[in-house]
């Protein structure tokens, strides 16, 4: 089982830049496809990004495609997302995921990942 918790939201403008940050317990991290999801006010939790084990597969939402950076650090058992040029339709709260997977694998389907963070809420102003 793996825990994690989210930080390094806040208010930030449009344009600006953020860094997301979720720290995750236990040994077995590497063992784990990693993903971030977000979820607006009335809106359903939607995929953003995601990561391989071996931080060699990512994949993007195409509203996040060429401005967000999904990356992982395997010794710090922690995934981030670098977030730039962003914009007031990216105000959602944002949470990390964890699915036991294979070496290369992603997965952008939210029901698949096993284990979720409490999110950090990220709000642009325009």
């Known amino acids: 089982q793996v825990q994690m918790v989210e930080s390094g939201g806040g208010l930030v403008q449009a344009g600006d830049s953020l860094r997301l940050s979720c720290a995750a317990s236990?040994?077995?991290?590497?063992?784990?496809?990693m993903g971030w999801f977000r979820q607006a006010p009335g809106k359903e939790r939607e995929f953003v990004a995601a990561i391989s084990r071996n931080r060699l597969n990512t994949q993007y939402s195409n509203s996040v495609k060429g401005r967000f950076t999904i990356s992982r650090d395997n010794a710090k058992n922690t995934v981030y997302l670098q977030m730039n040029s962003v914009k007031p339709e990216d105000t959602a709260v944002y949470s990390c995921a964890a699915m036991s997977a294979g070496v290369g694998q992603i997965e952008t389907i939210m029901s698949r990942y096993n284990y979720w963070g409490q999110g950090t809420q990220v709000t642009v102003s325009s």
């Open positions: 236990g040994r077995t991290f590497s063992s784990y496809a």
